[in-house]
């Protein structure tokens, strides 16, 4: 038996002293040995383990051929399978996510040009993805969160995130001709229809966030809200990622939010620049690019046309310690070099400033590019930055071209092509409007007065007394003692944005006789132009209007201004009247703009009786503008139209008067022409041949 420590005893000769400190090297220091790898013999007296030797150096070409288990180096190395870190090996077991960043649980790899049918980051499993600015997402997470802000005991799984409290925003029992009425066949029309259908989802939830006290520190993200509430009920279409284009999305549409790209398959991410999905190769998976948001996040990122600068995700300063960080050839930055090495399409999307909007950004589906380089530079922090040259394929339609085009005109370097007169209004708007003609050689269209409002208004009586709000500053959504809020039925018709939330039988507006401030946001058709417009000559359809900048769903655009006909006079001036292409017929028959309301069952509200129903304005109302009027006497009409109008009450001290204000159906992107729906009159007398050109042509109107 041994001696404890500390004894004055001799050990015995060739005995171990314990009590000796022994000069070695933490464990942790030393090198790790692993299994010998197939085809590197152990050396002798170490029969299992032992550092592994890397392969024989072979020389290859960049782009291959390879010979057999060569592994390319040019221009990054991608280590093998046994060096790479648990998380991007495909046979570690456990569930985790692949090289791609991905889970897949039902994935089906095909070859590029196919669709992948996949389970993406936003259906069902937690992944977490690499924002452009270096920040990981997890967008079903990040949903939850600001779905619901005080709730922060949600207990994250394997498989998602697991809340333990009660959500009010999971999937709801709807009727069946709401989902019908939603069905996703994948065509123009359905991406359309999403896409109306989550902004109008938005545009309630921000009206009813807004009425609430505000809550400090708590940063409401309506567009997060509703677009988890449409993914929990299957509205969305194009779920499964693809290379190349995606069905109904067409090159120039555009998107405010980038949830409504997530809902119709055109980019997945809520927040990461960069989407990709894995390819089978060769029986070989890789990641590789489907689609990239450039929007200036990056320094260094430059396009000319058809050329596209790019910078790699992640890198910058860690700001713990403040050290330089270099970007990594991971996930989406590995994704872009496997697409330069294949050859595949890659969808991009361009981010602008929202003229609309000062802190948001409107963004442009520019079509396919490809990768034709790659390369690493230094950044302004002194990280590693990737870099990627993309090119435009040839005979696409234009898309951000038109962009760039417009904001030479704005900025006076060129003349409009077929410009006639840079502002028809002579400065009567607050913005002015362009008279184009690159058709023919007509200089304009007949003489007429411009005035930007009504001539010949008298109040319109409804039975009621007409008095304006005492609020003070603006009116505060949610206060109940606000007149106007009062007549709205408890609610602000806009929101903060200036944007309708619904279609209403009639909007009551603040006026004159109010006490609330002129920028108060109840009074958004009172304001003036918001965007430029521009008078252009149709090929056949004479004088149309159309607008340089993008138009968001709910936005004003104009009231119709001219001359009122009195109730008394129509009857006299009605022949008049049906040889006049400038005037407005509130008596005519017009259906309600499709998918423009919000469904209440998705936010456990009670459905509104006919909310299809057709609408007219609460007093018969003509408005002449044939001699006076403004840009909305050129709107022409269209059976399929992207703008509707609403009967709009200001509050006068003598009554109230009565306005027709014109709002986009849906976002309508720059030099689209504006088209409403004249209606129906019933007077056979009064209809006119229709050149609308829509597949849902009715072949007449008025």
């Known amino acids: 038996m041994e001696r404890g420590l500390g004894s004055d005893s001799v050990p015995p000769p060739g005995s171990f002293d314990k009590s000796k400190v022994l000069d070695v090297r933490p464990l942790r220091c030393l090198a790790p040995v692993f299994p010998s790898p197939q085809g590197f013999p152990s050396p002798q007296g170490f029969p299992s383990f032992y550092p592994p030797q890397g392969p024989p150096f072979v020389y290859a070409p960049p782009f291959g051929p390879y010979p057999p288990g060569f592994t390319a180096f040019y221009p990054f190395y991608v280590p093998p399978e ?18 791609a960043g991905s ?19 936003i259906k069902g499993d937690s992944v977490r993805s690499v924002t452009e600015d270096g920040c990981s997402d997890n967008l079903k997470q990040a949903a939850q969160q600001l779905s619901h802000p005080t709730n922060t005991d949600a207990e994250a799984t394997s498989s998602g995130v697991r809340q333990k409290g009660k959500s009010s925003y999971k999937r709801v029992k709807i009727s069946e001709e709401v989902r019908l009425s939603l069905a996703s066949s994948v065509d123009t029309e359905s991406v359309g229809t999403i896409v109306m259908r989550f902004d109008a989802l938005r545009r309630r939830i921000c009206q009813v966030e807004d009425a609430k006290d505000p809550v400090s520190g708590v940063t409401r993200r309506a567009d997060l809200r509703a677009g988890t509430i449409m993914m929990n009920n299957g509205f969305r279409t194009n779920i499964r990622k693809r290379v190349g284009a995606v069905p109904g999305v067409e090159i120039g549409d555009i998107f405010f939010f980038r949830m409504e790209m997530c809902l119709v398959g055109l980019h997945a991410p809520s927040m990461a620049g960069i989407d990709y999905t894995s390819l089978r190769f060769n029986e070989e998976e890789e990641p590789v690019a489907v689609s990239i948001v450039s929007s200036g996040g990056y320094e260094g990122d430059m396009d000319d046309g058809d050329v596209l600068i790019y910078s790699g995700q992640g890198g910058n300063i860690n700001r713990k310690n403040k050290q330089v960080v270099d970007q990594k050839l991971e996930r989406g930055n590995l994704a872009l070099e496997k697409s330069l090495r294949r050859g595949n399409e890659v969808r991009v999307i361009r981010g602008m400033k929202d003229v609309g909007n000062p802190t948001g950004k409107v963004y442009i589906y520019d079509g396919l590019y490809k990768i034709q380089e790659s390369w690493m530079d230094k950044g302004k922090s002194g990280g590693n930055v990737f870099k990627y040259k993309l090119i435009r394929e040839p005979g696409q339609a234009a898309g951000f071209a038109i962009w760039k085009s417009i904001q030479v005109w704005k900025e006076g370097i060129t003349s409009r092509r077929g410009l006639i007169l840079p502002d028809l209004t002579s400065g009567v708007e607050n913005l002015p409007v362009s008279l184009v003609n690159d058709v023919d050689d007509e200089k304009g269209p007949a003489y007429f007065s411009y005035f930007p409002g009504l001539k010949n208004a008298k109040p319109v009586n409804l039975g009621e007394c007409s008095f304006g709000c005492n609020c003070k500053g603006v009116c505060s959504p949610g206060n109940q003692n606000c007149s106007c809020i009062k007549k709205n039925g408890g609610d602000i018709p806009y929101i903060a944005n200036r944007v309708v939330v619904s279609c209403k039988p009639v909007i009551h507006e603040c006026g004159p006789s109010c006490q609330c401030q002129p920028h108060c946001f109840n009074r958004a058709s009172q304001s003036g132009l918001k965007v430029r417009l521009e008078v252009f000559k149709t090929k056949d359809r004479g004088w149309g209007l159309r607008s340089w900048d993008p138009i968001r769903a709910g936005g004003f655009i104009c009231e119709f201004a ?33 998918d423009f309301n919000y469904i209440p069952e998705l936010l456990g509200e009670e459905k509104e009786v006919d909310m299809n129903k057709e609408y007219k304005a ?20 269209g059976c399929s139209p992207n703008v509707f109008w609403l009967p709009v009450l200001h509050e006068h001290n003598d009554g109230s008067y009565l306005h027709i204000a014109f709002y986009a159906i849906k976002h309508i992107r720059p030099l689209t022409e504006l088209l409403y729906d004249y209606g129906t009159s019933g007077n056979q007398h009064r209809t006119k041949k229709c050149l609308c050109g829509s597949s849902n042509c009715r072949d007449y109107f008025g």
Not at 82 to 99: D, F, I, K, L, S
Not at 103 to 121: A, Q
Not at 562 to 589: M, P, S
């Open 618 to 637: 609460p007093l018969p109302i003509i408005i002449n503008a044939k001699n006076v009027g403004n840009v909305a006497r050129f709107m022409n009409h």
């Open 82 to 99: 046994y060096q790479r870190p648990p998380e991007q090996n495909p046979q570690t077991t456990g569930g985790a996510t692949n090289q």
């Open 562 to 594: 001219g001359e009122v006909v009195e109730k008394i006079k129509i009857e006299e001036v009605n022949d008049e009247l049906e040889d006049n292409d400038y005037t407005f017929d509130a008596t005519c028959t017009v259906e309600q703009p499709a």
């Open 103 to 121: 889970s897949r649980k039902n994935s089906k790899c095909h070859d590029v040009g196919l669709e992948v049918e996949e389970e993406s980051d």
